[in-house]
């Protein structure tokens, strides 16, 4: 069994700044690919925020390139998403994505919301 637990969501004014991180623990052999979506409102398709790879290769969705960093600590089975310049837009559900011995695994979800 693994379990994820994502944590630092909250209220911020725009142009304020969050980290978000996921950790897992469980039965961890290797964690590959690691990533952060975003539901917004709910019932709304789930869209990608950033991911990043095994090698530490990244990829950002264009309304976030610039603003956001994706990082990972993989001593710590850990992934981060810094958030910068935030905007009200960037308010949503953050879900992490963890494929841990190639099945994906979702984090709980926490609220981000930029509001003045």
């Known amino acids: 069994q693994v379990q994820l637990v994502e944590s630092g969501g909250g209220l911020v004014q725009p142009g304020g700044s969050l980290r978000l991180s996921c950790a897992a623990s469980?039965?961890?052999?290797?964690?590959?690919?690691m990533g952060w979506y975003r539901q917004a409102p709910p019932g709304k398709q789930r869209e990608l925020v950033a991911?990043?790879?095994?090698?530490?290769?990244?990829n950002y969705a264009d309304s976030v390139k610039g603003r956001f960093t994706i990082s990972r600590d993989n001593a710590k089975n850990t992934v981060y998403l810094q958030m910068n310049s935030l905007k009200p837009e960037d308010t949503a559900v953050y879900y992490c994505?963890?494929?841990?011995?190639?099945?994906?695994?979702w984090g709980q979800g926490t609220q981000v919301t930029v509001s003045s």
């Open positions: 994505e963890l494929w841990v011995d190639l099945r994906a695994y």
């Open positions: 469980g039965s961890i052999f290797s964690i590959n690919a």
């Open positions: 991911t990043i790879t095994s090698g530490g290769s990244t």
